[in-house]
């Protein structure tokens, strides 16, 4: 695992953005050989699409021949509903980036048949010969996606019930009305994210520091499912020096010292 270690939010979204920008340019992808990045919502992210809008803005990157997958929708919302992720998704990057509507995707959370809905959703990834970089958060709990604790690790996309600790921290989108929060969602499953080719979690600031602490010191555990990212041969996690707060001193070092290295 690469642990990579920035002062801010703000410089954690650079990096990030600046990294997409340059594996799509490395990949240099064209409409039959696309590029395939996974995407999450939430508020880590917002940063890094307003970096990767400046990046297309300044003709640093294009996303032409750049299909996405969002990881989890929430169930019953229309993707009009100003608070799903396909809203979130196109307000915050989609409507300002030179992407083809035709290559964006996210689960259905009105869907009449979410088992058939996940089903197609994991077919039409492997179509695609899988994703090529997946993007995400994580929760307080260390949730990924909407993979909750106890999730499989090995689960693929389906349909899973909200802890009440995610509802609550996901309620300062809801108005911090509880009652408004979908109690369910469509996710892909930690199986269907370990199968990425290459894996960025991004998290900052001290209500991260245990799952950081987990991801990277504790063992491989259904309870902490970001910690199935140790198992993955190309995982890295971007983080600021205040996720870093219940790390031991001595990894913060070993990882700092890699970095200055260059390595
Ligand atoms: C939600 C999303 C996750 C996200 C997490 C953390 O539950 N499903 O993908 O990582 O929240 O969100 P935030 O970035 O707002 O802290």
Redesign the pocket.
Known sequence: MRVIIKDNANDCSSWVAGYIAYRIKKAKPTAKHPFVLGL??????LGIYQELIKLYQNKKTSFEHVVTFN??EYVGLSPRDPHS?HHFMYENLFNHIDINPKNIHILNGQTKDYAKECENYEKNITTYGGIDLML?????DG????NEPFSSLGSRTRIKT?APS?IK??SH?FGGDISQVPTQ?L?MGVGTILDSKEIIIMATGA??AEAIHQAIEGCINHMWTITALQMHQHGIIVCDEEATQKLSPSTVEYFKSIENQGN
Request: cysteine-free; proline content about 7%.
């Open positions: 999450p919502a939430g508020s880590t992210p990881m989890d992720y995400g958060g994580v929760g307080r949730h990924i996606a909407f909200l995610t921290d996901n989108f969602a996710t209500a991260k």
